[in-house]
T-cell receptor, first 113, second 116 residues
């Protein structure tokens, strides 16, 4: 029973273009969503987050959009850079009082020059 | 300010042996989380600890796995009588005390356990 789904295992984008990574969730109790970036042989690094009371959060080249009615969120990276090539994990937490996360399987982004 | 430190980075154990994975949280952090990543999978929550207390172990296998976070020293994830299916990357994360409900946890680089 996968509560957080990233249906695209991989995505290839040219440098300078927009990268859009998608994430769907099934648990309506989730109220906080995060994106992590992971390079091989390293731990996940926090990228950006969004609370369920918002529908958009922006930080530099990264923007996360949340559509609660569709239980869908997306991460936009613009412009994409070769250094953005990594695996991106979508994660969610429920209002349990602490930061336990439920992760998707990840999407490998490859940005080519 | 050092990040979350995990050791060893790589651990090889024969079937039936014990594996001990260590995690030192970031300075000032008192909440520790362990996650496991199987090949081609996302990270799966195992256990959440505060100093000397297990808060949530709902993701821990019922047998052979245990975790502790003593008053002094690192958090330890212990796997007894390892089997090949335990081969995975084990990640530790930490967050500060009085954490607001919505905050990010900081991850270590992980321990890659290989059972042969």
């Amino acid at each position: 029973d996968q509560q957080v789904k990233q249906n695209s295992p991989s995505l290839s984008v040219q440098e300078g273009r927009i990268s859009i990574l998608n994430c769907d969730y099934t648990n309506s109790m989730f109220d906080y969503f995060l994106w992590y970036k992971k390079y091989p042989a390293e731990g996940p690094t926090f990228l950006i987050s969004i609370s369920s009371i918002k529908d958009k959060n922006e930080d530099g080249r990264f923007t996360v959009f949340l559509n609660k009615s569709a239980k869908h969120l997306s991460l936009h990276i613009v412009p994409s850079q070769p250094g953005d090539s990594a695996v991106y994990f979508c994660a969610a937490s429920a209002p349990s009082g602490y930061s336990t996360l439920t992760f998707g399987k990840g999407t490998m982004l490859l940005v080519s020059p | 300010n050092a990040g979350v430190m995990q050791n060893p980075r790589h651990l090889v154990r024969r079937r039936g042996q014990e594996a001990r994975l260590r995690c030192s949280p970031m300075k000032g952090h008192s909440h520790v989380y362990w996650y496991r990543q199987l090949p081609e999978e996302g990270l799966k929550f195992m256990v959440y600890l505060q100093k000397e207390n297990i808060i949530d172990e709902s993701g821990m296998p019922k047998e052979r796995f245990s975790a502790e976070f003593p008053k002094e020293g690192p958090s330890i994830l212990r796997i007894q009588q390892v089997v090949r299916g335990d081969s995975a990357a084990y990640f530790c994360a930490s967050s500060p005390p009085e954490t607001e409900k919505n905050t990010e946890a900081f991850f270590g680089q992980g321990t890659r356990l290989t059972v042969v």
